[in-house]
């Protein structure tokens, strides 16, 4: 059976298409998940691709990763800067984690600058719009099939 | 129909009364949606009033509020100083918002001073106690029917 | 005869109207006048409205205050934002004292969002626009009449 | 009938012996539990022993705290240094409370030294493993037989 | 008739001369004055040359400078580090004015290095002493004859 | 002719006696005078008493103080902690200055702390009440009449 | 012969029991070291409990501890927030170190709120009192039964 | 003729594969030239591989990258922390930039978490080694068909 | 019998005259000794006059003050800006303390210009060289006079 | 011979009339050399203009400039805010500076409001355009011809 | 008779040899002390070599160096970073003092990284283990010699 | 052969003798040169001696020293408090490092007292004067014939 990757978004970005189009594009969190599914397959990879308001669902998910799935692939929205529970329990789980963003986090106000999340994070794209998923599958399933430790 | 306007109270609030009354007066706040509800009919608006001690459940409802509701008077308790995802649901949703505190933050502990709610609101009414949640009503009766954008 | 309220406008104040509508509208310092004059008489409060540019005068007017009037509305303009005079006065004068600004000084610059006026204040209005002035009556309206201790 | 204690996890903690183990070491939730039951029967006192990783599912249950139980044991994880709507939920609930850590968290990251759960406690203890459990127990017996005021 | 520029000098200015002059300069005000007039004759502009030791009346002049000045140069004095007041009056006047200090305030005390006045000025010329009025009238000779906005 | 002390008093100090007396003492301002003048009297020396709640009023009589007295004693209330102007006027004074404060501001609210007169006073004298003004008359006595430099 | 296990106490801790009782409690350090005497027998421990009000001293004591005691017990006092040196002879001697204070440092002053000494502690007990001690001694004790490294 | 993109490397890249191989991996520059030239090849893009340890040599490059290149990928080595003229250079040629690097900046030094760069990038690709600059070029190429605006 | 007082002397006070004597005058502590017995006497005073480099002495020397002094003098050098310890022992021994300094603190380097001691002081006389201690001495007469409690 | 200034570019200043010209203008570095040259000819001037990306040869013409130059006029573009070797060349040549800047600096990114150049310059103009380079031209000449020490 | 050398040696350093050999090396202080007096004797220096724990200590033997010694090398140990009162020791005694830490101190914890004798030493050296003691020899030896004033 | 060492002098010490003499000495550059040629001699060590105002020509001297050189004293002036590259090429040679600085950095601007260098280098030698380099040469020809690893 193919590896899988848990695709993880956080609060409100169940709102794409519909939130500040201007900084996150019209694209609905569905289509980001279609084409995630399509990308994943033509890479020999399943995916479980889920979105929450609730930091404690996220960290459940999190958590049950373990033995489900090969990689995770985090878009935290919000939590990104407030949740040490969601750093603590991608830390726990031990899996290859890739940070992703919409927009360039870097260029937007001061406490939107700085991520929990990637203290667990092999590493991050951000700014690349839905692209980003797709090149954090490319780089997931180069990981996932290469033998070693995780981050 | 009436215009509705949908007023979240945060995590312990449903504590009011009980909690720290010299701080939060000795009304509950149940006294206070009745409150509500009956200045609300005087200015022709309906009242959608509700409390959660859940960041996740607070976003869902602000989330579920466009094309329901007209305006919002959110008062987020403890995760005025914490919750940047409601913040974010709070500026997606694009309707005027009120921000309301029982307790003048301005005078509290420093990491109550600062509130991540105000950068999505039209403004905020604080340390007036219960009233500040009927003074808000009446701003916003004025909003919604003033042709115009939000916040 | 009827209690009395004395609204302090600081420094720029007697601007409104010509001085950046997009933040501050288009009335004039003449109008709030007006309505709250017209508002006060409803809720059968006498009303003195001044403005000034001399952080000394309007410490003056604090002072004076005690024994003439019932309660204090202040928008101190930028002088919220530097002057412990004024903060040293409204404390002094021990009446109930309304903070009011236009705009919501939570979403403009950093030095904007700090207050000394609010640790002399019940509570504060802002964001409102003028309407924030008529709240601010029907507040103190209630304090005034309610027996019991001022801030 | 036997006074109680409610001890609370927060996030993460229902992974221990799994996760970080160099840190947190090998023992099991479960097996803290056990401990804790065993020792408090010593001590003639009930134990609820809960876990949760939803901040609004522990507020909640403090709460709910008041009349069931005499103290509450509190090991807030990641949740420690986030959530001021925990520590309002404990000032509340004006019950003696004891902050348990397992790890020294003077000696971890930044962001792990600062407690807002500290506000509403008696008292700390922290790097001691699962027997800070026992400890936190002892105090408390101690302190929910005295009369006089909680924390 | 000549355009008009308003030349405005704050606080202990009236000294000059006589204050520091290790840092200063020798010159008086009523020179720089003179020397202000002359040089303005020749560019064919009209001076109003004014000091005040008063926050409040640099801050009316400002506000009635609209309709009877084409510019502004601005030494505010020890009021350019700590007067939002006289900021926010030459945000209102919406004319072009130039910064001038005699001294590199760059090289001062931190407190003097920055600015509030800066926010509302085209430019700032200082540490060239006297000079830096004539420099400034130069400039804004140019600027009142340039059709198009103010700063 | 006796030499003359200038003691200069800002804003609100014409309150003492009913302005917080618990933190200020019951004694009011013209008692204070009427104390150092006979004090003064005591050590030869004349007495000119002022006060204001006018910074531009208290920087104007500090630079008149050149030539008419000997010295002066400052009590610049909320101004010592505002006031760049105050300090800019005193230092181009060039003469002994003694700082006097009430209360122990060392003790109070942290922008209370930092004074910009103690950069042009001698020394300071603090939380010793009106007794303060007359210790500094000791001094100011001593320092008048020793020969060489101001501060 | 029993493990021995040094309880160093630090300057001002002589005082217990006259000092701000409402803060440290009525019991004198006499009380607590007959406490830990008794309790520490009933552990199979001895016990070597000492005050000073030199750090160098202390200091001194804990290099003299190593080959003579199993390990500390230290409430610094004061200099839990000052010492540097305390803390470097604590990490020299690399014994465990359980580090007690009377109250809880998290409630008091910022400055108190670091603290050196639990750099080189395995745990810390704080604001359980005189208990505190005996807490500790249950840990350490059994830390030292335990085989394996220190701190 | 196929579109064209610049890829710049900074200071001490020359050296990969050499330098601190746990950090930065074992693959020379020269390998990653040529993994980027055949990547681009199937993209249908022409590549400009560079690397400089001059902060001058990069900045001209950067100038002269408008009208002969289509886009460019930045790995500024430690310029990318330092190098304001960098970014100056950047903003000037107005052309899609994503940054990449080769670690995760976001869990090294404080210093080097901060980019200047990246207030002229689309986005950043960080921590995925050399892949980053793969999936660099595959965003690039996607945004540089795209009619529109650049950054 | 006259009522005492303690004045404790710290660090480095004892090279008086011969250490930096443009910072702190010519006079030697034997001096200030002497001038303080002969003023005390005037008084109707007893002075202890005490000196030491060794901050446990100091600490010490105000325990065993309570019962035998009416009020402490103290000029405790740099332990002024390190001395937690000292501080504490001046809260607990419960009598009037005035602070003194010879040189003005607030005009030094910023380590000088924050004082524990001040927690703990009545007042603070500073920049008056030896003369302060003995208007401390005046000051102090007064209090130990006045009937009522200490700090 | 007339007396020579040289005038010093930094990087990215060779992208005027190019580079975002709503905040730098249209006109060239060209076109601003070329109006310094004749400016400077009326004043009785040599003009040596330069500009360069780099740091080093920016030091190394700033050293080169002792006598051969009677003062420099330094527009140093971003390295005004990074780089300390250029200040430290300013310093050492011992020459009169004058620092221009196009823009005003102090209403752009925080880092661009500290400049290190002013350091070793008499002074600075900004946010007068490329006028600011003639301003400073006249201020020069009359400092050349002064007699007395540069800067 | 040859000029003398006090070398003195804060907290700890007693312990060499015994203390984290991995950073200390494994040298004693008694193989510093011979070192020294083997080297000192080749440079025509005496040497007083000391060692002491306590901060009051190593301040009189400072203070009592003027006229014994020649010059200082302080290895001040933790007290480097704590001790204001031997900066001021140190500065008092007006002779030349060289710096020595074995470690570098500033690739170390933040606090160890600020030295307070470094404020009262010509220079420091760092990092070098016991041969910094020698070099420090050396670099006195020659200073001692040449005529003119210590640091 | 003999050994060889690198020693990299950074922007403008090539002015050394001419550049603010009080703080940098007489000396000039070639001089120092001449001196560490003789001292490395009498050590067995052959010296490469550059200096560059270019941070790039320094990096890339750095990176070459491998293989060429048995160790690095680099002086880089006004680079050693802004370079990052710098120290990044000082990581990658692992080669050891001793840095030098002919002032006391620790005592002047506080932008001069942090060094990246340091991050990379054995230890710093400054204050000393151009001593400082031949007391690093001692250091390093110890360093270079004890076998064992680099920093």
């Known amino acids: 059976m193919n590896p899988s990757v848990l695709i993880l978004n ?8 519909a939130r500040e189009p201007a900084l996150y594009g019209t694209g609905t969190l569905a289509e980001i998940e279609a084409a995630c599914r399509a990308h994943a397959r033509g890479l020999g990879l399943e995916v479980d691709f889920r979105q929450s308001n ?19 692939i985090v878009n935290a ?19 290859p984690v890739i940070e992703v963003h919409l927009s360039n986090i870097h260029r937007r106000e ?20 839905a692209r980003g998923y ?6 997931l399933a180069e990981i996932v099939r290469r033998p070693g430790p995780g981050p």
């Open 10 to 17: 956080g609060p409100n970005l169940n709102l794409l298409g």
């Open 54 to 72: 609730h930091e404690g669902e996220l960290v459940t998910w999190v958590q049950e990763a373990r033995g489900r799935h090969a990689g995770l």
């Open 77 to 95: 929205g919000a939590l990104t800067h407030t949740s040490v529970a969601l750093l603590d329990s991608l830390r726990a789980v031990e899996l």
């Open 110 to 129: 001061p406490y939107r600058r700085h991520s929990y999340i990637a203290e667990a994070a092999l590493g991050m794209i951000c700014g690349l719009g």
């Open 134 to 139: 797709l090149l954090a599958l490319d780089a």
